[in-house]
């Protein structure tokens, strides 16, 4: 699964821009352990790359999965397809 998060970007307080990073799960994997890839969002500026996968991953897994708010998936579901599907849901935090 290949989601899209969409986020400002504050830095010393001062907002830097708005940015993307794509969260994706290996197919077949189990949400409650799955390995999740979380993409750079592009920002070149210092950037504290795990505190921010740790983060996306915290929303992913807010929104998806076995206690998601957007779609909440238990047990061991086969041949799940979604498209075009749009959460959202503000939230902030730091890292």
Aim: aromatic fraction near 14%; hydrophobic fraction near 35%.
């Amino acid at each position: 699964m290949v989601s899209r998060l969409y986020f400002t970007l504050e830095v010393d307080g001062i907002i830097v821009g708005d940015y993307t990073s794509d969260v994706k799960q290996a197919v077949d994997s189990d949400f409650k352990d799955a390995n999740i890839e979380v993409g750079a969002p592009g920002y070149e500026g210092p950037f504290n790359y795990q505190g921010f996968a740790t983060v996306a991953r915290q929303y992913f897994n807010m929104m998806i999965g076995p206690h998601g708010r957007g779609v909440m998936i238990q047990g061991k579901p086969q041949n799940i397809r979604m498209r075009n599907n749009t959460f959202h849901r503000e939230w902030e935090t730091k890292f």
